[in-house]
T-cell receptor
Framework: GQQLNQSPQSMFIQEGEDVSMNCTSS?????WLWYKQDPGEGPVLLIALYKAGELTSNGRLTAQFGITRKDSFLNISASIPSDVGIYFC?????????????FGKGTKLSVIP | SAVISQKPSRDICQRGTSLTIQCQVDSQVTMMFWYRQQPGQSLTLIATANQGSEATYESGFVIDKFPISRPNLTFSTLTVSNMSPEDSSIYLC????????????FGPGTRLLVL
C-alpha cells in the first residue's frame, strides 16, 4: 500500500524560529492535507492542497504540493509556544477508494520559550 | 468545516467487555470514517461507514471485532468488541466534506483504556 515518509520525527526549536517539515510518498496523491494534533484532541485541519505546485498560506503557516505529486512541505514562521503539538501530513489518493487518507507518522514540535 | 462530537470522550473498560462509541455531525455528510490511533502512533483507518449498507473494512479489521452502524447521514457508531489491552487507543471518527473540494475533518476522539 501507499506509505508516507514524514520528517523530521521531532524538533526542538526556540520561540521565534522558523520550522520546516515535509512528507514524501512512493506514489502520487490528488490531495495533500496537513493536520495538527494537540494532546487529548483530535487532528485539526491546517491546510489543504489540491493541485500540483500549489502554494497555500494560512497565517504563519505555508504549505506546498510538490510538482511530482509525491511530496509536500509545511513551514511555520516565527514559532510561538502554542505551536507545540504533533503535525501530520496526509495524502488522499487516486482511483477506487480515493477518499481514504494515508497519514505520515507525525512531527512532534516542541517550542522553547 | 463540520462540527463533530464523539461520546464518550474517554473510558476505562475491563477486558472481555464491549464499548460503543458514538459520532454525531452537525450536517449531513456522505462519507464517514473510523480511525484508530495507538499510543504515540499515527492514524490508521479502520473502516468506512456507509449509510444504508455494511461498512467497508480495511485490511486487518473485521466486522465481528469492530461492528459499525450508520443509520443516517449525521450519525455513526463504532463498537469495540471483546476488548483486550491491545485495544487501548484513541478512536476517531472523521467526515468527508465536499464544498468545492473534498476535505476530511476529525472528531475529538474517544480515549479507551482496557485493563
Amino acid at each position: 500500500g501507499q506509505q508516507l515518509n514524514q520528517s523530521p520525527q521531532s524538533m526542538f526549536i526556540q520561540e521565534g524560529e522558523d520550522v520546516s517539515m515535509n512528507c514524501t510518498s512512493s506514489s502520487i496523491f490528488n490531495t495533500w492535507l496537513w493536520y495538527k494534533q494537540d494532546p487529548g484532541e483530535g487532528p485539526v485541519l491546517l491546510i489543504a492542497l489540491y493541485k500540483a505546485g500549489e502554494l497555500t498560506s494560512n497565517g504563519r503557516l505555508t504549505a506546498q504540493f510538490g510538482i511530482t505529486r509525491k511530496d509536500s512541505f509545511l513551514n511555520i514562521s516565527a514559532s510561538i509556544p502554542s505551536d507545540v503539538g504533533i503535525y501530520f501530513c496526509a495524502g488522499q489518493g487516486t482511483g477506487a477508494g480515493s477518499y481514504q487518507l494515508t497519514f505520515g507518522k507525525g512531527t512532534k514540535l516542541s517550542v522553547i520559550p | 468545516s463540520a462540527v463533530i462530537s464523539q461520546k464518550p470522550s474517554r473510558d476505562i473498560c475491563q477486558r472481555g467487555t464491549s464499548l460503543t462509541i458514538q459520532c454525531q455531525v452537525d450536517s449531513q455528510v456522505t462519507m464517514m470514517f473510523w480511525y484508530r490511533q495507538q499510543p504515540g502512533q499515527s492514524l490508521t483507518l479502520i473502516a468506512t461507514a456507509n449509510q444504508g449498507s455494511e461498512a467497508t473494512y480495511e485490511s486487518g479489521f473485521v466486522i465481528d471485532k469492530f461492528p459499525i452502524s450508520r443509520p443516517n447521514l449525521t450519525f455513526s457508531t463504532l463498537t469495540v468488541s471483546n476488548m483486550s489491552p491491545e485495544d487501548s487507543s484513541i478512536y476517531l471518527c472523521s467526515v468527508e466534506v465536499a464544498r468545492g473540494q473534498e476535505t476530511q475533518y476529525f472528531g475529538p476522539g474517544t480515549r479507551l483504556l482496557v485493563l
